[in-house]
């Protein structure tokens, strides 16, 4: 009996910091609150990289926006410094070792530090295998596998010298659906996770925590320039009845680099709709 007291009150205690909790922002700062943190974001020249950007500018992150497309980035970079953070723009090839290597090093000259990576360029070369040339699958796995793994093991060595960093994998819903005409884009998204399990595994004991966003369809300038037949008909394979939206995905990156995810690591937050449950 004592120890069935003990535990409901333990049970009401953390009830009640659960709630105090989720009564705060998201604490992007940790204790130190004159610490500046920074994220770098890949594939952050559009869409939904560039919505993760300037959702962190706007909670006062430090932002790195790297992409391909050097004018998508630049205009990003300063739409972030508008919102009063420092922000760098940066021109990389993720499937290239030294392009990386040189990302970092510049950010880590500008910084002194990377706190948060979120690994969001990817790239499609739809077919179906029976078409798809060797081009196509290994340009896929390249940029969206390959580039998760050459970022993530650059940032590393940073986060571990630190003991801190947390590390977002942007993934697909096709990753544990499969999508007719995507094995390629589906295989490198499905490794995505098994990498992020294994990574997850291998750092916790540095405090890093490496964790999966997996979005559904999300609204873009592709699905807004399907006909409207077509958009009914992607829509209602969602149970929620919509499209989501690049600010879906960012709240969920968001929370996951956020303090209040720290004992949260190894995992896959689904973000479609309810189309995979």
């Known amino acids: 009996m004592l120890q069935l007291n003990l535990l409901t009150k333990l ?3 953390l009830s009640g910091e659960i709630v105090s909790r989720n009564r705060k922002k998201f604490d992007f700062k940790g204790n130190n609150m004159t610490e500046d943190r920074t994220a770098i974001v890949t594939g952050g020249g559009q869409g939904i990289g560039r919505t993760i950007i300037l959702d ?10 790297a992409d391909i497309n050097l004018d998508g980035v630049n205009q990003v970079s300063s739409e972030a410094e508008g919102l ?4 760098m723009a940066l021109q990389v090839d993720i499937s290239d070792a030294e392009s990386v290597q040189a990302m970092v090093n510049a950010v880590s000259d500008e910084f002194d530090r990377v ?6 360029a990817g790239i499609t070369r739809d077919s179906l295998l029976v078409r798809m040339d060797d081009e196509a699958w290994q340009a896929v796995i390249d940029v969206n596998l390959t580039g998760a ?3 993530s093991k ?8 630190k003991r801190f960093g947390r590390i977002v994998n942007i993934s697909s819903v096709v990753a544990v659906m499969g999508n007719a005409g995507q094995t390629n884009y589906a295989a490198s998204k499905a490794g995505m996770i098994g990498f992020t399990k294994s990574l997850a595994r291998e750092v916790a004991p540095r405090n890093i925590t490496v964790n999966v966003v997996a979005p559904g369809f999300i609204q873009t300038a592709m699905t807004d320039a399907l006909g409207e037949k077509a958009r009914e008909d992607l829509v209602a394979l969602i149970p929620s009845q919509r499209l989501g939206t690049p600010e879906d995905v960012a709240a969920s990156v968001g929370f996951l680099l956020s303090d209040e995810a720290s004992y949260i690591t190894g995992q896959v937050l689904h973000v479609n ?3 995979y449950m």
Do not use: E, F, P, T
């Open 84 to 87: 009063g953070v420092r922000a």
């Open 115 to 120: 706190d948060y990576l979120v690994n969001n």
């Open 154 to 161: 650059a940032v590393v060595r940073l986060m571990m010298k």
């Open 273 to 275: 709709g309810g189309m």
């Open 149 to 151: 793994y050459l970022c």
């Open 11 to 13: 049970a009401a205690q």
């Open 56 to 65: 962190l500018a706007s909670k006062g992150v430090n932002v790195v926006a």
